[in-house]
């Protein structure tokens, strides 16, 4: 069982106590939904931001389809994201996730799906913001 | 665990009795090689046969590799092709493989939804030079049972050795080589609670199977497994066999209560749940159940105080989902979400209840932490949304 020797105890404080579980309205401007992973893999993050009006992250939440390192690397997420402004949480690496959870080599793609469900919740923000600038640039 | 009337069967032989069995000149070695003997005698009476037909190995997995390897390399000159199944445990799909590289052929027969072959099938796969056909009694994941005494007759037909992994049947069922047709037979001592470290193969005498061992040596066991036997672990498998004997049909009616108390209670509480494998043709002490929308390591967390297994990557090394669900046709997200729950003689209705209760509990605390339950609440058909790849 790779769950390691001893689950980390950050992984574990995460599961037991998940930060930020729950949804944002998907309809609202000023959320972001990124949606990750796939059920084939037994990986799936969901993770919402809530920017205000000067692209500060107000709020965040998470669900995850996942092992406990998938669990705690999104919670962890959504912790990181709050506060900071849409290019600060773009600057979010897995590695750092990796680091804080102490999370075994195995589990690495754990992180690097997290960091995927950040940018890709702020990508849907920006999209939302600006869908005009977006088209023209993608013609471009 | 072991059964402590093992324990005590083994301790004398590991304190005071500390005699080679294959010592012929002395009263040590005539003491053990006797409790070595009626070890043999006990482990023969569970299935059936002769003692001079049951060979001590290091474990099931030893035993199987023996028997695929030993067989088929015994009959090369004339037999190139061997049978088996999808779902065989892992050291006898490696065995196969290990002879494919040796030049030989190999059909790993599919299985139905259910879990069992298609005796249809099995029939269709036979060629002139077939030496073996391997197929596993119960399987350690899903428990499902296979039609053993059919098989058994479709490969005396042919004129081709039956070999069973029964590691997990023995002494849960009641097995007989003769009315089985079984010609070779793997057995595990730690299955039936016994000690780790040993195992047994059963190799029939009539008609006579012949196989090359493995190991080189003395000459110990019928020159079929060179080694010292390790008496207090045979004399531990012994008993384990004759425990088991007598305690088979108490344990088989109280394990079924056991196990249709936990899959009843479960799945009355929980929707979307699903158990893998037929539900007939079973052992009922091996269950395993996939909570869809849950991921099974995440639920493991929360039950780790209890030992139980799960089909998802996450939990394999390999960070594959498991081969045996897979064969069965189980959607892979379904195998990411099973978990095996094993019930044995020392299981009690405490634990199944403490089990259950925890698992309802954290498969709903699970789902609503789930994304692919909330899509599933709001009516997305998951099946039509393109994931994201990875």
């Given at each position: 069982?790779?769950?390691?020797?001893?689950?980390?105890r950050?992984v574990v404080?995460?599961?037991?106590?998940?930060?930020?579980?729950?949804?944002?309205?998907?309809?609202?401007?000023n959320?972001?939904t990124?949606?990750?992973?796939?059920?084939?893999?037994g990986?799936v993050?969901k993770l919402?931001?809530?920017?205000?009006?000067n692209?500060?992250i107000?709020?965040?939440?998470?669900?995850t389809?996942?092992?406990?390192?998938?669990?705690?690397?999104?919670?962890?997420?959504?912790?990181?994201?709050?506060?900071?402004?849409?290019?600060?949480?773009?600057?979010?690496?897995n590695?750092?996730?990796?680091?804080?959870l102490?999370?075994?080599?195995?589990?690495?793609?754990?992180?690097?799906?997290?960091?995927?469900?950040?940018?890709?919740a702020?990508?849907?923000?920006?999209?939302?913001?600006?869908?005009?600038?977006?088209?023209?640039e993608?013609?471009? | 665990?072991?059964?402590?009337r093992?324990?005590?069967?083994?301790l004398?032989?590991l304190?005071?009795?500390?005699?080679n069995?294959h010592s012929r000149?002395?009263?040590?070695?005539?003491?053990?090689?006797a409790?070595?003997?009626?070890?043999?005698?006990?482990?023969?009476?569970?299935?059936?046969?002769?003692?001079?037909?049951?060979?001590?190995t290091?474990?099931?997995?030893?035993?199987?590799?023996?028997?695929?390897?030993?067989?088929?390399r015994?009959?090369k000159?004339?037999k190139?092709?061997i049978?088996?199944?999808?779902?065989?445990?892992?050291?006898?799909?490696?065995?196969?493989r290990?002879?494919e590289?040796?030049?030989?052929?190999v059909?790993?027969?599919?299985?139905k939804?259910?879990?069992?072959?298609?005796?249809?099938?099995?029939?269709?796969?036979?060629?002139?030079d077939?030496?073996?056909?391997?197929?596993?009694?119960?399987?350690n994941e899903?428990?499902?049972?296979?039609?053993?005494?059919?098989?058994g007759?479709?490969?005396?037909?042919?004129?081709?050795f039956?070999?069973?992994?029964a590691?997990?049947?023995?002494?849960?069922?009641?097995?007989?080589?003769?009315?089985?047709k079984?010609?070779?037979?793997?057995?595990?001592?730690?299955?039936?609670y016994?000690?780790?470290g040993?195992?047994?193969?059963?190799v029939?005498r009539?008609?006579?199977?012949r196989?090359e061992?493995?190991?080189?040596?003395?000459?110990?066991?019928?020159?079929?497994?060179?080694?010292?036997?390790?008496?207090?672990?045979?004399v531990?498998?012994?008993?384990?066999?004759?425990?088991?004997?007598q305690e088979?049909?108490?344990?088989?009616?109280?394990?079924?209560?056991?196990?249709?108390?936990?899959?009843?209670?479960?799945?009355?509480e929980v929707?979307?749940?699903?158990?893998?494998?037929d539900?007939?043709?079973r052992?009922?002490?091996?269950?395993?159940?996939?909570?869809a929308?849950?991921e099974?390591?995440?639920?493991?967390?929360?039950?780790k105080?209890?030992?139980?297994?799960?089909?998802?990557?996450?939990?394999?090394?390999?960070?594959?989902?498991?081969?045996?669900l897979?064969?069965?046709?189980?959607?892979?997200?379904?195998?990411?979400s099973?978990?095996?729950?094993?019930?044995?003689?020392?299981?009690?209705?405490?634990?199944?209840?403490?089990?259950v209760?925890?698992?309802?509990?954290?498969?709903?605390?699970?789902?609503?932490m789930?994304?692919?339950?909330?899509?599933?609440?709001?009516?997305?058909?998951?099946?039509?949304?393109?994931?994201?790849?990875?």
């Open positions: 069982v790779a769950v390691g020797d001893a689950v980390p950050q404080d995460h599961y037991e106590n998940p930060r930020n579980v729950g949804s944002l309205d998907r309809n609202a401007k959320v972001g990124g949606l990750v992973g796939a059920p084939a893999c990986d993050m919402q931001v809530e920017v205000d009006e692209g500060r107000v709020d965040a939440r998470f669900k389809f996942g092992c406990g390192s998938a669990i705690a690397s999104s919670s962890l997420a959504t912790e990181w994201v709050k506060g900071k402004t849409v290019d600060e949480a773009l600057k979010i690496k590695t750092d996730i990796a680091k804080e102490c999370l075994p080599p195995v589990k690495l793609h754990c992180s690097m799906l997290a960091e995927d469900a950040i940018k890709a702020l990508a849907d923000y920006k999209l939302k913001q600006d869908p005009n600038k977006e088209e023209s993608k013609k471009a | 665990p072991q059964d402590p093992v324990l005590d069967s083994m004398p032989y304190t005071a009795y500390y005699g069995p000149t002395h009263a040590y070695g005539w003491e053990s090689e409790a070595m003997e009626k070890a043999r005698q006990q482990v023969a009476d569970l299935i059936g046969a002769d003692s001079r037909e049951i060979i001590f290091s474990g099931a997995t030893e035993s199987n590799n023996m028997a695929i390897k030993g067989v088929a015994f009959y000159s004339r190139k092709h049978i088996t199944t999808q779902t065989e445990h892992k050291c006898v799909l490696d065995s196969c290990s002879l590289t040796e030049g030989f052929r059909t790993y027969l599919p299985v939804k259910n879990g069992l072959i298609d005796l249809k099938e099995l029939e269709a796969a036979f060629q002139p077939t030496s073996l056909v391997s197929v596993m009694t119960v399987n899903i428990g499902v049972k296979q039609p053993v005494h059919d098989i007759e479709i490969c005396r037909v042919h004129k081709v039956f070999h069973t992994d590691a997990q049947a023995i002494g849960k069922i009641p097995m007989d080589v003769n009315d089985m079984i010609d070779l037979m793997s057995i595990s001592g730690h299955k039936i016994g000690p780790k040993v195992g047994a193969i059963y029939r009539r008609p006579r199977v196989l061992p493995l190991q080189s040596g003395g000459g110990q066991e019928r020159g079929l497994r060179s080694g010292t036997v390790p008496t207090p672990l045979a531990g498998l012994g008993a384990a066999c004759e425990v088991a004997q088979m049909e108490y344990d088989h009616k109280r394990i079924s209560q056991l196990a249709e108390r936990l899959v009843t209670k479960i799945m009355s929707p979307d749940v699903v158990m893998n494998g539900r007939e043709h052992y009922p002490g091996c269950i395993n159940l996939s909570f929308y849950v099974g390591e995440s639920l493991l967390m929360a039950l105080d209890v030992a139980l297994s799960s089909g998802s990557a996450c939990t394999s090394a390999s960070l594959e989902p498991s081969y045996v897979r064969a069965i046709g189980t959607d892979e997200d379904l195998a990411h099973s978990i095996r729950f094993g019930i044995g003689r020392f299981t009690t209705e405490e634990e199944v209840d403490y089990t209760q925890k698992c309802i509990q954290h498969v709903k605390r699970l789902r609503e789930s994304p692919l339950w909330e899509m599933v609440q709001d009516g997305i058909d998951l099946k039509s949304i393109k994931w994201t790849q990875h």
